[in-house]
């Protein structure tokens, strides 16, 4: 079993930048891939960004490439999303969610996830 628990959340303007992260319990957080993924009202939830269990592989949503970045420190069970040059449509709440099969094939599929946090806001205004 797998806690995560997200932080970093907020109210920025448009052009701004942004850091959540997402810390897990328990001494396994090296096995697990991990991934970002956000939800608008009204939206489906959307994959942002998901890193392999070492760091050496990352994957970014259409909507995010060059303005996100993800990365992770396994020495603090902790996995960042770096987000900057934010704009009005990056307003959701952002979601950690970690699994212990490592698919790229699937890395964007939300249902192939095990572990979710509870989210954070992130609102960017005009």
């Known amino acids: 079993q797998v806690q995560l628990v997200e932080s970093g959340g907020g109210l920025v303007q448009a052009g701004g930048s942004l850091r959540l992260s997402c810390t897990a319990s328990?001494?396994?957080?090296?096995?697990?891939?991990m991934g970002w993924f956000r939800q608008a009202p009204g939206k489906e939830r959307e994959f942002v960004a998901g890193?392999?269990?070492?760091?050496?592989?990352?994957y970014y949503g259409d909507s995010v490439k060059g303005r996100f970045t993800i990365s992770r420190d396994n020495s603090k069970n902790a996995v960042y999303l770096q987000m900057y040059s934010l704009i009005p449509e990056d307003t959701a709440v952002y979601y950690c969610?970690?699994?212990?099969?490592?698919?790229?094939?699937?890395?964007?599929?939300?249902?192939?996830?095990?572990?979710w946090g509870q989210g954070t806001q992130v609102t960017v205004s005009s």
């Open positions: 969610a970690a699994r212990i099969r490592y698919n790229p094939a699937s890395i964007y599929q939300s249902t192939a996830y095990d572990y």
């Open positions: 328990g001494r396994t957080f090296s096995r697990y891939t």
């Open positions: 890193i392999s269990a070492s760091g050496a592989a990352t």
